[in-house]
């Protein structure tokens, strides 16, 4: 079980295409979301459009993805997924997810303006996404008839 309370770590981490920044930018702007995920993991790739989404939709705060992948593979599923938010790279051996005791990916975290940890979702909650785009001040619903996910999938 990933940690559940406290402040999240500040590490520092490189974007895709950008240098090493740290992770407390994401917060800094107002509410937060965090996923961690890896580029293999089917339920991170399904994941993945839901939160964009959020991001895409969001009035306030901001959401960040942690890949714990290489540039390449990690370019490679932004493209193949159109996703737009930040990707930051998370080299093995995952600093961030061992400071966070994360053993399933994906884990969401939500945060607020001060970097804690106010909810964690591990694998794929259709009911968690949508209480952290309510967070993310995101209206109506995050989901459409459209949507066939699942409403929960294991990471």
Do not use: N
Not at 23 to 50: Q, Y
Not at 116 to 144: C, K, N, Q, T
Request: with cysteine; glycine share 10%; proline share 10%.
């Amino acid at each position: 079980m990933p940690r559940t309370e406290g402040a999240f770590p500040t590490l520092s981490l490189p974007g895709i295409d950008a240098p090493e920044r740290p992770l407390s930018d994401t917060w800094s702007r107002g509410p937060a979301l965090v996923l961690i995920g890896h580029s293999d993991c089917t339920t991170t790739r399904e994941a993945l459009p839901f939160v964009d989404r959020i991001h895409r939709r969001r009035t306030q705060g901001s959401v960040t993805v942690i890949l714990q992948d290489d540039g390449a593979s990690a370019r490679r599923l932004a493209d193949s997924l159109g996703i737009e938010m930040p990707i930051r790279l998370e080299a093995d051996p995952y600093p961030l997810a061992t400071a966070l005791e994360v053993t399933i990916v994906p884990t969401v975290f939500a945060l607020t303006p001060k970097g804690e940890i106010v909810g964690v979702s591990e694998g794929f909650s259709r009911a968690d996404l949508e209480a952290f785009a309510e967070r993310l001040g995101v209206e109506g619903p995050l989901f459409g008839p459209e949507d066939t996910v699942a409403a929960l999938k294991p990471g």
